[in-house]
């Protein structure tokens, strides 16, 4: 005798495919969440039919059928079969199916109703509706609810398995030639796939690194089994990617083309819905070896080819995509904004606590593939930990910055003084502004046993006039303020241990 105890009263019922798929000849994966998906073969027609299932994620307007030239298509239909298949049993309800004709006790307890308890046999069960029939030790038959089922007590051995319902859509092609077999492709946009890259570093010395980068592909959708794969890099438009194709529901859209959302706000994002998985092995690193994936430009968008994959659904794969020498050099910037804006204030600040210097790489591509967007984790020669950020997308043969940290050993102050005040300056209609000047300065004091370049941008709500040492400003336009947004750019070069000023001078209106 055998007793269980209620855990769940439902589970996913598996879908046993009558419809045999196509074999994927290539898939192309985006890291949005999407992949193109190009299934290519024949299909036996049995009775004048052809059936292939419907793709279950297929992405709005993006299915289209190709058919081989030795036969022509009259129509498609598209049909709903229920399945029955064998599934171990995880819940009580589940049980209950698999044992009809059996004796059962069964403890249960309505809503807002006290426990009862009714044995019998199992008469049975209707999946759907979740109602229990029993002939009970009385003779009568009770008809209960598997929701209210919270304990079966079997009289003898019971079956572990269940004959489960299943829902499978299929095309059902009718050809022009009613037999022997119909050579055809697939091809569409679904959800369910993901590739996610990231980048390691090794800096070997001052000027040059090692960079490698891998792919993190996640699917969620169908078993890969020795499929072509391809991992793009750029933004195509996919208007559609948020909408199901109207093959894939068995209800009618509102106007024909209504969007039928699928994964909600993750499904743009790289980190896709937590899921039980089975993770393929890593590749092992080699530091000193090169190695760069075949792939091609495709005008806007750049292909890896990675040959080809095996991975099951609800898993995930790691694959080296390249790894070589690149080019780097340090950068430090510091940016100062207005501190003391003036014209809302009436104070020029003179505070000079320290302001925040960051120490980057401006690392060049000198590999022959660009570098998507993707983190980065950085370490030294020693293998010692320097930073983890992020590298942007970067073409062949440009640059792009990665910020490592605060540059501790360089100091950065600004204070402000108001040099002069004018009264009644301006009149703008009916309003009349006053204004004042005032004279800042950029101190910089390298503590470091090396030069370095420090890149400089102070930014101000009034007109700059003068900037020291070749200072850059730009002034730009405004609409909803007197004064407009100016912008001065320095690279200051500190030699080892140097203190070193710039200095500036601007005019702001204000209202008295």
């Not at 529901?249 to 699928?262: E, F, R």
């Not at 300056?425 to 009349?432: I, N």
């Not at 006039?465 to 336009?477: E, F, L, N, P, V």
Request: aromatic letters at 8%.
């Amino acid at each position: 005798m055998t007793r269980y105890i209620l855990s769940c009263l439902f589970a996913i019922a598996c879908t046993s495919a009558i419809a045999q798929s196509l074999p994927v000849k290539k898939i192309s994966i985006f890291k949005n969440g999407t992949a193109m998906i190009v299934h290519e073969g024949s299909t036996p027609i049995t009775g004048g039919k052809a059936t292939l299932p419907v793709p279950s994620r297929a992405i709005y307007g993006s299915y289209f059928l190709g058919i081989g030239k030795d036969n022509t298509v009259k129509n498609i239909a598209i049909k709903n079969d229920t399945l029955k298949k064998q599934e171990k049993a995880t819940a009580i309800w589940q049980l209950i199916a698999g044992n009809v004709g059996k004796k059962v006790a069964l403890n249960f307890s309505p809503a807002g109703k006290i426990d009862h308890l009714v044995s019998g046999k199992i008469l049975s069960y209707n999946q759907q509706s979740g109602l229990i029939r029993i002939l009970g030790d009385n003779g009568k038959t009770q008809v209960l609810n598997a929701t209210d089922v919270y304990m079966a007590e079997f009289a003898e051995e019971e079956k572990q398995t269940y004959l489960a319902d299943s829902i499978q859509r299929s095309l059902v092609i009718t050809p022009s030639n009613a037999s022997g077999n119909m050579n055809l492709q697939e091809i569409y946009l679904q959800t369910g796939m993901n590739w996610m890259p990231s980048y390691f570093m090794i800096l070997k010395d001052e000027k040059s690194a090692r960079l490698e980068m891998k792919a993190t592909i996640e699917n969620f959708a169908d078993p890969l089994s020795d499929a072509e794969t391809e991992l793009v890099v750029g933004a195509p438009q996919m208007t559609n990617s948020d909408k199901l194709d109207p093959m894939t529901y068995d209800y009618q859209t509102t106007n024909g083309i209504s969007a039928v959302t699928y994964g909600g706000s993750g499904t743009y994002s790289n980190a896709m819905q937590a899921k039980s998985l089975a993770v393929a092995a890593p590749y092992t690193y080699e530091w000193s070896q090169d190695f760069a994936t075949a792939g091609e430009k495709n005008d806007d968008l750049y292909i890896y080819k990675i040959g080809k994959v095996s991975l099951g659904k609800n898993s995930k794969g790691i694959y080296p995509i390249f790894a070589g020498s690149i080019e780097y050099k340090d950068k430090y910037e510091g940016v100062i904004e207005d501190r003391s804006n003036y014209a809302e204030s009436r104070a020029a600040n003179n505070d000079e606590t320290p302001i925040d210097v960051f120490h980057s790489l401006e690392i060049k591509n000198t590999a022959s593939v660009p570098l998507t967007t993707a983190p980065v984790t950085i370490i030294n020669e020693k293998d010692q930990f320097v930073a983890q950020n992020e590298i942007t997308y970067t073409p062949a043969g440009s640059t792009s910055t990665v910020r490592l940290s605060k540059a501790i050993d360089i100091i950065m102050k600004n204070p402000e003084e108001e040099t002069n005040r004018t009264d009644n300056a301006k009149k703008v209609g009916k309003q009349t502004y006053s204004s004042v000047k005032i004279k800042g300065t950029v101190t910089l004091e390298n503590f470091q046993n090396k030069e370095v370049t420090v890149a400089v941008t102070k930014n101000t709500n009034g007109e700059v006039s003068t900037a020291s040492d070749g200072g850059k400003i730009t002034r730009q336009k405004t609409y909803s303020n007197i004064n407009p947004l100016t912008q001065i750019k320095w690279d200051v070069k500190l030699a080892a241990n140097q203190k070193k000023t710039v200095s500036y001078e601007y005019e702001v209106f204000f209202t008295p």
